[in-house]
């Protein structure tokens, strides 16, 4: 079973940075995908970044492009997401997602098979 837990949120000001991490347990040794999404009130959730099954491609959506960066660490089980230039519209409920079995990557909520708890982020103006 696989099993993913967030940690990294606090709450910072606007222009900050936070790394998040995603420890994860229970994924197979290939064809997975990892996802983040967040969550926030009146929006919903929403895809931030995602990995390829292959760990070599990224892919974000426009509102975190060139602000956010996804990386994996095979080894450590672990996925990341460094933000930087926070934004107040950027504050949520960040969430570690994984699709299995997956061959590209994912961005759709739905798609997912496994979620992570949570871990909040405020940004204040």
């Known amino acids: 079973q696989v099993q993913l837990v967030e940690s990294g949120g606090d709450s910072v000001q606007a222009g900050g940075s936070l790394r998040l991490s995603c420890a994860a347990s229970g994924l197979p040794s290939s064809r997975f995908c990892l996802t983040w999404f967040r969550e926030s009130p009146g929006k919903g959730r929403e895809w931030v970044a995602a990995i390829s099954a292959d760990g070599l491609k990224t892919h974000y959506d426009d509102s975190v492009k060139d602000r956010f960066t996804a990386s994996q660490d095979h080894a450590a089980n672990r996925v990341y997401l460094q933000m930087n230039s926070l934004k107040p519209e950027d504050t949520g409920m960040y969430y570690c997602?994984?699709?299995?079995?997956?061959?590209?990557?994912?961005?759709?909520?739905?798609?997912?098979?496994?979620w992570g708890q949570g871990t909040q982020v405020t940004v204040s103006s």
């Open positions: 997602a994984a699709r299995v079995p997956c061959a590209t990557f994912f961005a759709a909520p739905n798609l997912a098979t496994a």
